[in-house]
């Protein structure tokens, strides 16, 4: 049985094509990210927004909405995307359907601008905070921070003791036929 996610954001025929195809990988990788954010956020129940792991953790609520404010201003600021303006980004009710939606509405419009980007737009050198990094640099440092949150929330799952999603592969909730965690020395001198 193959790895699948309990939420597919954005499926693979919503993604577009790359004007280059050597820049497939970020809409792909872009999409997929989304949908493992959307699989770890449908995990949470109403009752959990409030929750928080330590009184200077913020709630499940307050990463949520960093996820969207953050992203915004990665592709605003770092890489000159037209993005909605601050005061339209969250979603007016804030539930964990309506958080879902709007993580899912502005990465598909996000799509068709990274699409349509050349090879010398992504590799020319663009102000990121106090330094120049290549357009390529910046879009990465989004998909980690997106993973580093997304990470965050799994924790918050487990403190709850709900079941934690796959994202990357199995885990201790969630696993399939052919699935190899590699937590051997065996698995990972497979050639």
Known sequence: MAMSYAVTAIPESS???????????????????ISKVATVWSCFAPEDLAFRIHPRSGTVKDVMKHQLLSERRFFAEFLGFPEPPPAELLPKEETLEAFRRRLCELALARLARIA???????????????????????????????????????????????????????????????????????????T
């Not at 280059?20 to 999409?31: E, G």
């Open 15 to 33: 993604v577009p094509r790359a004007s280059a195809p050597i820049f497939q990988h970020l809409l792909d990788t872009y999409a997929g990210e």
């Open 116 to 190: 349509d980007r050349t090879q010398d737009w992504w590799l020319e050198r663009a102000p990121f905070f106090d330094v120049l990094r290549e357009r390529i640099w910046i879009f990465w440092r989004r998909v980690l921070h997106t993973a580093h949150h997304r990470t965050q929330l799994t924790v918050y799952l487990r403190m709850l003791n709900k079941p934690v999603p796959p994202t990357y592969g199995p885990t201790a909730d969630v696993s399939w036929t052919g699935a190899d965690p590699t937590t051997s020395l065996g698995a990972a001198g497979r």
